[in-house]
């Protein structure tokens, strides 16, 4: 049975940072590239950002990229996303998953599992 579990999450003031972790069970954890999304309340998931199997290739949307940053460890089957700078904007239930392409996509469909989320909350 495959298992994600995301952790990490919290709450912190603006200008913070937090990391979250997501510890990967059940599956061949380096054949999986990995994603992170998130969703705020009334709004669709989006794309955070994402890692290649190995780990030589990450990629971010415009509205993360040079605060938050994606790493994974194949040896501990977790993956890890480093927030910094966090804004209110920032809030949401945060995802991992993952997806058996060797590139992380930022499409949804192409995840074959997902963690059941972790709340981040910004205050201003």
Known sequence: QVQLVESGGGLVQTGGSLRLSCAASGLTFRTYAMGWFRQAPGKEREFVGGISRAGGDTHYAESVKGRFAI???NAKNTAFLQMNT?????TAVYYCAASDRYFASS??????YWGQGTQVTVSS
Do not use: A, I, V
């Not at 966090?86 to 920032?90: C, F, G, I, S, V």
């Not at 499409?107 to 074959?112: I, V």
């Open 71 to 73: 790493s994974r460890d």
């Open 86 to 90: 966090l804004t209110p904007e920032d």
């Open 107 to 112: 499409q949804p469909l192409n995840y074959n």
